[in-house]
T-cell receptor, first 115, second 116 residues
Framework: KAGVTQTPRYLIKTRGQQVTLSCSPISGHRSVSWYQQTPGQGLQFLFEYFSETQRNKGNFPGRFSGRQFSNSRSEMNVSTLELGDSALYLC??????????????FGPGTRLLVL | AQKITQTQPGMFVQEKEAVTLDCTYDTSDPSYGLFWYKQPSSGEMIFLIYQGSYDQQNATEGRYSLNFQKARKSANLVISASQLGDSAMYFCAMREVRSNDYKLSFGAGTTVTVRA
């Protein structure tokens, strides 16, 4: 079974631009979560989607948004990019199950550099 | 407050030896799950092992075992017979059920370097 895929793998943007990142979950997985990883803040939760609905959102400004399609693929968008948005963005998918047991499987990430 | 604490920023281990990575957590939720992930320099987070709060036995997956001490709120990862390919960053994470927010809370991570 193919793992979680993320595109693009690397991205360079300039301040003020916007960016869209894509994530395809493992076949059969209906939950997709997004995380931002930076050296200073570590891994931080962005949001989680299940059946095209956002179930939870982390503490990020409204410039960060996402959506999920009927085939469970997900996209996240960052508008008006700032230098501090430079990070590794990780997508994870999981099967719905008992909340405590649900294992998230991660993709390779998208490395975003904002200049 | 930090929910997951990993106090070892970096560790060196000799090939074929065992290494223990510390993880303590903070929650008042009686139902939670604990996870360990490995992140090589490529960036991908690789799931290693899971322990549920109600599990009576310590979890094991191949060379990985989890030393779960519930009263101490500790979930240390033990890697036996270290290999060069084990060199990576290791993260401890927790999901609480009561919060119902489906997110994983991660520790700061521990970098493991395996020496030949």
């Amino acid at each position: 079974k193919a793992g979680v895929t993320q595109t693009p793998r690397y991205l360079i943007k300039t301040r003020g631009q916007q960016v869209t990142l894509s994530c395809s979950p493992i076949s059969g997985h209906r939950s997709v979560s997004w995380y931002q990883q930076t050296p200073g803040q570590g891994l931080q939760f962005l949001f989680e989607y299940f059946s095209e609905t956002q179930r939870n959102k982390g503490n990020f400004p409204g410039r960060f948004s996402g959506r999920q399609f009927s085939n469970s693929r997900s996209e996240m968008n960052v508008s008006t990019l700032e230098l501090g948005d430079s990070a590794l963005y990780l997508c994870a998918s999981s099967l719905p199950g008992l909340a405590s047991q649900e294992t998230q499987y991660f993709g390779p990430g998208t490395r975003l550099l904002v200049l | 407050a930090q929910k997951i604490t990993q106090t070892q920023p970096g560790m060196f281990v000799q090939e074929k030896e065992a290494v223990t990575l510390d993880c303590t957590y903070d929650t008042s939720d009686p139902s939670y799950g604990l996870f360990w992930y490995k992140q090589p320099s490529s960036g991908e987070m690789i799931f290693l092992i899971y322990q549920g709060s109600y599990d009576q036995q310590n979890a094991t997956e191949g060379r990985y075992s989890l030393n779960f001490q519930k009263a101490r709120k500790s979930a240390n990862l033990v890697i036996s017979a270290s290999q060069l390919g084990d060199s990576a960053m290791y993260f401890c994470a927790m999901r609480e059920v009561r919060s119902n927010d489906y997110k994983l809370s991660f520790g700061a991570g521990t970098t493991v370097t395996v020496r030949a």
